[in-house]
C-alpha cells in the first residue's frame, strides 16, 4: 500500500484505496494511472458493501435504472449507447510480432503499433473518473485449471457486471499474490465514439487493450478478451483447450451423469441447451439435465486420459430476446431477481420486455428509453442481454464448483443451417470430428455488427474469439489424438433445418434432449447409426420421437443426407482451407478428400 501510494505521489489529487503486495501488479496499476489520469483509484474487492456502493452510484447517475422491485427485486436496466450494441470483430485486433501467428482469420497489427495507437486514445482518459482494479479469477478459485486476470476499468457498469460474470475480489487476488501472475486488462468507455474504438489482445504479453465500447464483449475483458482469445493462446503452449463451448450434464433414470460440450456461434441457442428441460416423458421417467456452463469451457486432459472441463465464468451473460417459459424456462426464473438488463424494453409498471417473451404485457419505452411504437424499431435491441449469476438457475450443477472439472463424453459442433445439414451425425474418429469443427459453417445473428443471415465458416464458433492462426489450433486439436488420451466423441447437431415453406423442421428445445440421448447411446456403445460418408447418422427408429410430429418430407430430411449437396459443400471446405496457406494440417486436408472422394 505505502509503495503504491508513493508510486502515484506524482499524479494530482488522485486518492487511492486496496493495494496489492505484488510489485509487479502495484507497478502496472502505477503505469496506468500515470498515463490515464483518473482522479480516483477503487481497488474492487468484490464485497456486498462495496457493491451496494455502486449501484446507488449508478442509479443515481442513470447508467442502471432500477426495475419494478415487486418483479424483479435487486434488478436494473442499462442503456447502452445507440452505436453501441454488439461485439465489433471489425475492430478487434491480435498483435503479434509475426503476422501469420495471428493468422487470416484475425485482424493484425504488429505489437508495438497496437500499443502507440491505444495508449494514444488512452491519454487522460479518465480525468474526472474513477479508475477501478478488478481483480479476478476465471473459473474456481482453487482449481487448477483456472487462471486469473486484473482489468482496470473507468466503468462502474463494467465492474457490477464481472462481478456476476467472474469469482472477483479479495480471493482472486489472493491468488493472483500466490502465484504472481496474471492477464492484464485495460479498458475505457472513452467517448463511446465508434471512430475511436478498438480492441487490442497482445497474447504473448498476456495483455487486453479495449477503448472506446461499454458493450459486454468488448468491455467485461474477462469474458472473450481473455477467456477465448487471450487463453486460446495460453492453452495452446500448456496444452489444454480454450473453447466457445456450453456444458451440460445429462443424468438417466439409472443416475448417470454424462457430461457434454457445444459449441454453437453466439445467439445460436447456447443457453438454451444449456438450460434445457426434458420433455415430460423423459422427466416422468427421471431424466434430469444440470447446467454447467452456458457459453464458455476450458478442457484439459486429466491424469486417466479423459478430458476435464470447467467453466471458468459465474453468470450468465444471455441473449434476453427469443428467451421464454417455452423456449428456456430455466433462463426465465433465472432472471426474475439480481439482474442486470441491457438495451431491453420496459412496460408501464417498469418489468424489462423484449420480443418473444410471450406474456401479457405490452412495452411502453423501447431499449433507446424512447415511447414504443410498434413498427418503427423493436422493444428490445435483438441483441439485448441480461447478466446474473449462474448459481440462480434451477438447472445449475454443483460440480460447476469442482477444482477438478467434469469429465467430457461428447463434444458437439452445430450452427444456423437452413438446408444440406442433418438433424445430426457422428464423426468417424477424432480427426474427422476436427475436421467437422473446421468446417462448420452458421448463418450470422445479431450478436456481432454486420449483415445478419448470411452463412460463413465459423470454425468451433471460434471464428470472431481464436487468438492465434486457424490452422495452429487445428493442428492443436489434433495433437490430442496422440494414443494415450481416452478422447469423447464427436456429433455435429442443426437444430435449424428449413423446410420449402422457410419453417423449422425440427421442434427444438427440450425435445433436443432425445438427440442427445442417443449421443449418450453412442458414446455407451448400444446405440444405432446409419453409416455415410459424412459420418454415422440415426435412422428415425434410432431417435425416441414418441409425441414428436413430423412430416415425411422432414423425416426423410432430418435423418437423410444430400450427396449432391455434400459434394458442392467439400468443394468449398477444401477452398477454405486452402485460405491457410502452408501451415494448415495435412491431417485435415487428407480427411476432406478422403470424404470426397467416397461421395463420388
Known sequence: MNAMTQDLDAIPKLNTNGGTSLQALSDWVAEVAALTQPDAIHWCDGSDAESAELIAQM??????????????PNSWLHRSHPDDVARVEHLTFVCTSDQDDAGPNNH????????????????????????YVIPYCMGPIESPLSRCGVEITD??????????????????????????????????????????????????????????????????????????????????????????????GIENPQGQTHYIA????????????????????????????????????WMRPGADGRLYAINPEAGFFGVAPGTSAKSNPNALKCVQRNTIFTNVGVTADNQPWWEGI??????????????????????????????????????????????????????????????????????????????????????????????????????????????YNFADYFSHWLSFDNGQNKLPKIFH???????????????????????????????????????????????????????????????AVLFGYDRDGWKAEFDSIGEYLEEYGPRMPEALKDERVRIASELG
Open 59 to 72: 442509479e443515481a447517475d442513470g447508467t442502471l435504472i432500477p426495475l419494478n422491485s415487486e418483479t424483479h
Open 108 to 131: 493484425w497489427m504488429a505489437p508495438a503499433d497496437g500499443h502507440a495507437k491505444m495508449d494514444g486514445l488512452f491519454d487522460g482518459c479518465m480525468r474526472g473518473r474513477t479508475m
Open 155 to 248: 466503468s462502474p457498469y463494467v465492474v457490477a457486471n464481472m462481478r456476476l460474470m467472474t469469482r472477483m475480489g479479495a480471493p482472486a487476488l489472493e491468488r493472483i499474490e500466490r502465484e504472481g501472475r496474471f492477464v492484464r486488462g485495460l479498458h475505457s468507455i472513452g467517448e463511446l465514439d465508434p471512430n475511436r474504438r478498438f480492441i487490442m489482445h497482445f497474447p504473448e504479453e498476456l495483455t487486453i487493450k479495449s477503448y472506446g465500447s461499454g458493450y459486454g464483449g468488448n468491455a467485461l475483458l474477462g469474458k472473450k478478451c481473455h477467456a477465448l482469445r487471450i487463453a486460446s493462446h495460453q492453452a495452446r503452449q500448456e496444452g489444454w483447450l480454450a473453447e466457445h463451448m456450453l456444458i451440460l
Open 262 to 297: 457445444a459449441a454453437f456461434p453466439s445467439a445460436c441457442g447456447k443457453t438454451n441447451l444449456a438450460m434445457l428441460i426434458p420433455p415430460e416423458g423423459y422427466r416422468e421417467a427421471g431424466w434430469k439435465v444440470w447446467t454447467v456452463g452456458d457459453d464458455i469451457c
Open 358 to 467: 410471450d406474456d401479457d404485457q405490452q412495452p411502453a419505452v423501447d431499449w433507446r428509453g424512447e415511447p414504443y411504437e410498434a413498427g418503427k424499431r423493436p422493444a428490445a435491441h435483438p441483441n439485448a442481454r441480461f447478466t446474473v449469476s449462474a448459481r440462480q438457475c434451477p438447472s445449475y450443477s454443483s460440480e460447476a464448483e469442482n477444482p477438478a472439472g467434469v469429465p467430457i463424453s461428447a463434444i458437439v459442433f452445430g450452427g444456423r443451417r437452413a438446408s444440406l445439414v442433418p438433424l445430426v451425425f457422428e464423426a468417424r474418429d477424432w480427426t474427422h470430428g476436427v475436421l467437422v469443427g473446421a468446417a462448420m459453417g452458421s448463418e450470422t445473428t445479431a450478436a456481432a455488427t454486420g449483415q445478419v443471415g448470411v452463412m460463413r465458416r465459423d470454425p468451433m464458433a471460434m471464428k470472431p474469439f481464436c487468438g
Open 493 to 555: 447437431v442443426n437444430w435449424f433445418r428449413k423446410g420449402a415453406d422457410g419453417k423449422f423442421l425440427w421442434p427444438g428445445f427440450g425435445d433436443n434432449l432425445r438427440v442427445l440421448e442417443w449421443m449418450v447411446g453412442r458414446v455407451e456403445g448400444r446405440a444405432n447409426a446409419v453409416d455415410t460418408p459424412i459420418g454415422a447418422i440415426p435412422s428415425e427408429a434410432d431417435l425416441n420421437l414418441e409425441g414428436v410430429e413430423l412430416s415425411d418430407d422432414a423425416r
